[in-house]
């Protein structure tokens, strides 16, 4: 690249992207400011930050790659993003957590459970999981960013994690959710019109659209053995029901992510951040068509890959990257795309990756700071120099960088469906309950949580092959990579995690809802004798 034409851009780029977190800066006076925007942000503005955010290099980079290798059977993820993930999100969910957050002043997702259920010890331990595993989701879309800028930028890997991380840490120090909000939009619209372009050129690189579906078709023979043997039947269908392939793609891929979206903390902080049901209505029809060309693009992209690769270097796209999906994409646009849409799409993925990662870290600072610290009576560190929720963007930032450095190559994906299927199955009983069942009590809401994050962790630990495996915990206390034999091995944890902290939360729900009644009537029975 030259580096003549990609310096003033990156440097007005930055410009751009200071000024938007100067002028978030300028409008943070109050820690409501800091945490929700002050509850009146623009609906185009919010729609698009949660786009942004929603889809990070974890969709364009992770996906895109791992889309490559299972084929169209994952656009039924983009079918739940825009149903589950914008639709109920915004219309039916999000109406009632900006109602019901703004009634309790509640400014952060812990505090929103534990104020409704009255409980510090939800407000406490919601915290901590954020705080403990949101790292991990953090870091891939960090090693996304950073996967792009070494293969299109010749940059060490190292040094692109440091900087990206630099950034990031600087603008949500000083400006809190606006300035997350206003740069996140910024970069939204450069990766709506990155995307596009993208998929354009991409479909005619491998002869438009009815020509390049019906190649990618044509190459169900060419899948290597080790996948048709596992229930590939090529990247235009399904693969075959039950099949350890299938298992993946259903239950980690679309199920992992698709319901895991409605429990994101990230995510549902943003309907705390407008004014009226009115904007979250306007937001619906702006982050409909965002995630449409979003994560269609990226999962569409990935499959004809394979046509491009196989044409013109005599390789499938996985083949091409060397065993790695987490490069498959940068590889793509390294050999199809023009020189000036590189320097395009190193904005749009440098986008993506400050997007997401901003608001991730703005999470996990409130975490720490208002949601574990505050809540435990801690309101200042080192005397009164430095508040609780920056102590938190530090601590946060450092912790990602660290896991971006040790985590494995390809693991985006992977990455990604673990931190959005263990928030499904710890929060997704509890918030549900807390919006629409005046049944819900606070045990039962603690005893969900609690449920639901240690079978999500115990399955990862011992039971699902790949995750278990990588750790090692099962083969340090057993003697075993995993406990119990196939299907187990391919079966996300969030298949079994989520029925069962959701039976736990209405059983214990009514149970104590009942013991309270009995109580009462008994105590009023004894007033009268």
């Known amino acids: 690249m030259n580096i003549s034409i990609l310096l003033p851009l990156v440097l007005m780029y930055i410009g751009i992207m200071s000024f938007l977190a100067y002028y978030g800066y300028k409008k943070t006076v109050t820690k409501e400011d800091f945490l929700v925007g002050g509850r009146n942000t623009n609906p185009i503005i919010m729609a698009l930050s949660y786009g942004a955010t929603f889809i990070s290099t974890s969709a364009m980079v992770g996906f895109g790659g791992v889309a490559s290798v299972y084929g169209m059977g994952l656009l039924w993820l983009a079918f739940l993003n825009i149903v589950l993930g914008i639709f109920v999100a915004f219309a039916v969910f999000g109406k009632r957590i900006r109602q019901m957050s703004s009634k309790m002043n509640a400014t952060t997702f812990p505090t929103f459970l534990g104020k409704h259920y009255d409980s510090k010890f939800i407000t406490v331990f919601s915290g901590i ?34 900087v990206l991380a630099f950034i990031v840490a600087v603008y949500v120090i000083s400006g809190g959710i606006k300035a997350v909000m206003y740069t996140d939009a910024f970069g939204a619209v450069i990766m709506l019109v990155g995307m596009s372009i993208f998929l354009f050129v991409t479909y005619h690189a491998v002869g438009g659209l009815f020509d390049g579906h019906q190649a990618l078709q044509s190459m169900k023979s060419m899948v290597p053995e080790e ?21 993946t793609l259903v239950s980690t891929m679309i199920l992992g992510v698709g319901i895991g979206v409605l429990a994101q903390p990230q995510l549902a902080m943003r309907s705390m951040t407008v004014s009226s049901n009115k904007s979250l209505y306007r937001s619906v029809i702006v982050g409909g068509i965002f995630i449409f060309f979003m994560a269609g693009a990226a999962y569409i992209i990935g499959p004809l890959s394979n046509v491009y690769f196989m044409e013109n270097n005599g390789q499938l796209a996985i083949q091409a990257a060397e065993g790695n999906t987490d490069l498959v994409i940068p590889r793509l646009i390294s050999e199809l795309m023009p020189e000036w849409f590189v320097y395009l799409f190193t904005l749009t993925l440098i986008s993506a990756t400050l997007s997401t990662v901003s608001s991730l870290i703005h999470v996990q600072s409130s975490a720490f700071g208002e949601d574990i610290l505050r809540t435990m009576g801690v309101k200042k560190v080192f005397s009164g120099r430095i508040s609780p929720n920056r102590l938190g963007v530090i601590v946060g930032v450092v912790l990602a960088v660290f896991l971006a450095y040790v985590l494995p190559g390809g693991v985006i994906a992977q990455a990604t469906a673990f931190w959005f299927g263990i928030c499904a199955a710890g929060f997704l009983p509890a918030l549900t309950g807390a919006l629409f069942w005046k049944g819900a009590s606070k045990q039962g809401a603690s005893a969900s949580i609690i449920v639901g994050f240690s079978v999500s962790v115990f399955g990862f630990l011992f039971l699902k092959s790949s995750q278990s495996t990588a750790f090692g915990v099962s083969q340090a206390l057993f003697g075993r990579d995993f406990l119990l034999p196939y299907p187990w091995t391919h079966i996300d944890p969030l298949v079994y995690a989520l029925p069962l902290s959701t039976l736990v939360f209405m059983g214990v729900s009514v149970m104590t809802k009942s013991k309270g009644k009995t109580d009462w009537k008994k105590e009023k029975i004894d007033a009268v004798q």
């Open 227 to 247: 996948l048709a043997a596992d229930g590939h039947n090529g990247w235009m269908s399904m693969p075959d029901m039950g099949s350890p392939i299938w298992w």
């Open 129 to 162: 999981m954020i705080f403990i595993f949101m790292p991990a989701y953090t870091s891939i879309v960090l090693i996304g960013g950073g996967r792009f800028l070494q293969e299109s930028l010749s940059l060490n890997f190292n040094a692109a994690l440091l």
